[in-house]
């Protein structure tokens, strides 16, 4: 039977370890006690190991005896090895062949360029998750073409009602109060140069090419993304996704792709009738604020605006419809199995939507301003 596991140390002018007993992984505790507690005693270094009194050894006592032998930053030689019978020999060559390469030199670090390294990745990761959904969905959109009675027309139906119809008073509300603002700025500032009319053309303009579409779509992303996030993601938390896909379902089929239909169908409907609010707002102010009758108002819009400003922004609604929907898709397939998670990917959503439909009204905007639109 093997001894228990010891070490000492002498004192003398040599400055020698003598370890004893069973180095094996079976007292791994009772070795790391040991090398821990003689560790204040080699400060100076070591000049011997004396292996003689060793009666079992294994890879994981090898090793701390190498680790002794080649000390601390004080040692300037590694320790002797002696007293190593023939059966360990080789197993002591081959742990101090180990870890020989000099440390790589520290990397120098600079604040600005990880700043930046760590943005690319994000984004890069970002956009991967993004085009994979996208993917996904397009995929199910296939599907579903070659075969329409998989089509979940009732679900369809249902989120149409939730994202459209229901989101119209608040939708028309916030946006009359915008178109109302706009005009009340407009008319305080332009009376000063005597250009009351040109009101009529900036909110036209504004509410019909930018703003209508704009604040639609960042409600929607608010209102509907959100509860996109957190209804996918509850599903998660609850294994329902799993389920749907043991029973032989595609979850993107049955959960998203008739969430992500109705929002390219709900939002240019809201753009519409976001837009005809806006501009009821600012033309019932330049009435009572401005003293312009609502005759003198139409004639004036339709003299400033064109049917191309209307059609720039009901062009960018689908597609800013289906960046929210895939964002709020993705986002709650992201979801952990913690309230904590759920309520991190939903913020996330909604950030990441509100983001990417500014960043794509820009790309609008110059896009439609080079083809002279």
Same mark, same amino acid.
């Given at each position: 039977?093997?001894s228990?596991? $010891?070490l000492?140390?002498? $004192?003398?002018?040599v400055?020698s370890?003598?370890?004893?007993?069973?180095?094996?992984?079976?007292?791994? @505790?009772?070795?790391?006690?040991?090398?821990?507690?003689?560790?204040?005693?080699?400060?100076?270094g070591?000049?011997?190991?004396?292996?003689?009194?060793?009666?079992?050894?294994?890879?994981?006592g090898?090793?701390? +005896?190498?680790?002794l032998?080649?000390?601390?930053?004080?040692?300037t030689?590694?320790?002797?090895?002696?007293?190593?019978?023939?059966?360990?020999?080789?197993?002591?060559? @081959?742990?101090?062949?180990?870890?020989?390469?000099?440390?790589? /030199?520290a990397?120098?670090?600079?604040?600005?360029?990880?700043?930046l390294?760590?943005?690319?990745?994000?984004?890069?990761? @970002?956009?991967?998750v993004?085009?994979?959904?996208?993917?996904?969905?397009?995929?199910?959109?296939?599907?579903?073409?070659?075969h329409?009675?998989?089509?979940?027309?009732?679900?369809?139906?249902?989120?149409?009602?939730q994202?459209?119809?229901?989101?119209?008073?608040?939708?028309?509300?916030?946006?009359f109060?915008?178109?109302?603002?706009?005009a009340?700025?407009?008319?305080?500032?332009f009376?000063?140069?005597?250009?009351?009319s040109?009101?009529?053309?900036?909110?036209?303009?504004?509410?019909?090419r930018e703003?209508?579409?704009?604040?639609?779509a960042?409600?929607?992303?608010?209102?509907?993304?959100?509860?996109?996030?957190a209804?996918?993601?509850?599903?998660?938390?609850? @294994?329902? +996704?799993d389920?749907?896909?043991?029973?032989?379902l595609? /979850?993107v089929?049955?959960?998203?792709? /008739?969430?992500?239909l109705?929002?390219?169908?709900?939002? /240019?409907?809201?753009?519409?009738?976001?837009?005809?609010?806006?501009?009821?707002?600012g033309?019932?102010?330049?009435?009572?604020?401005?003293?312009?009758g609502?005759?003198?108002?139409?004639?004036?819009?339709?003299?400033?605006v064109? +049917?191309?400003?209307?059609?720039?922004?009901?062009?960018?609604?689908?597609?800013?419809?289906?960046?929210?929907?895939?964002?709020a898709?993705s986002?709650?397939?992201?979801?952990?199995?913690?309230?904590?998670?759920l309520?991190q990917?939903?913020?996330?959503?909604?950030?990441?939507?509100?983001f990417?439909?500014?960043?794509? $009204?820009?790309?609008?905007?110059?896009?439609?301003a080079?083809?002279?639109?």
């Amino acid at each position: 039977m093997s001894s228990a596991p $010891d070490l000492t140390m002498d $004192d003398g002018a040599v400055g020698s370890l003598h370890p004893r007993g069973a180095w094996t992984v079976a007292n791994v @505790e009772i070795l790391e006690r040991l090398c821990t507690g003689i560790q204040p005693r080699l400060a100076h270094g070591i000049r011997k190991i004396d292996l003689s009194g060793i009666t079992a050894l294994d890879t994981v006592g090898a090793w701390l +005896i190498e680790k002794l032998a080649r000390g601390g930053p004080a040692q300037t030689t590694e320790a002797e090895i002696t007293g190593l019978s023939a059966s360990y020999s080789g197993l002591i060559g @081959e742990v101090r062949k180990l870890n020989r390469r000099p440390p790589a /030199p520290a990397r120098r670090t600079n604040a600005l360029a990880d700043l930046l390294e760590r943005v690319g990745r994000g984004v890069i990761a @970002e956009t991967m998750v993004f085009l994979d959904m996208l993917g996904s969905v397009g995929i199910a959109l296939f599907r579903t073409l070659r075969h329409p009675r998989s089509f979940r027309f009732t679900s369809t139906v249902y989120q149409l009602g939730q994202v459209g119809w229901r989101a119209i008073p608040i939708m028309a509300l916030i946006t009359f109060l915008i178109g109302a603002i706009i005009a009340q700025q407009g008319i305080f500032h332009f009376r000063k140069f005597g250009a009351d009319s040109y009101v009529v053309d900036m909110v036209g303009i504004l509410v019909l090419r930018e703003l209508g579409v704009l604040i639609v779509a960042i409600m929607v992303a608010g209102r509907s993304g959100s509860a996109y996030t957190a209804e996918i993601g509850s599903m998660k938390m609850r @294994e329902e +996704i799993d389920a749907l896909t043991t029973m032989g379902l595609d /979850p993107v089929e049955v959960l998203i792709l /008739p969430r992500v239909l109705a929002l390219v169908i709900a939002l /240019p409907i809201l753009t519409f009738l976001g837009s005809m609010a806006a501009l009821y707002g600012g033309g019932l102010v330049t009435w009572l604020y401005g003293g312009m009758g609502p005759a003198i108002f139409v004639a004036r819009l339709h003299e400033a605006v064109s +049917i191309n400003s209307f059609e720039v922004g009901m062009i960018k609604a689908p597609f800013m419809a289906l960046v929210i929907g895939l964002i709020a898709a993705s986002e709650g397939l992201r979801v952990k199995g913690s309230a904590e998670s759920l309520g991190q990917q939903t913020t996330s959503s909604v950030v990441k939507s509100i983001f990417l439909v500014i960043v794509l $009204d820009g790309l609008f905007a110059v896009f439609f301003a080079s083809i002279g639109m």
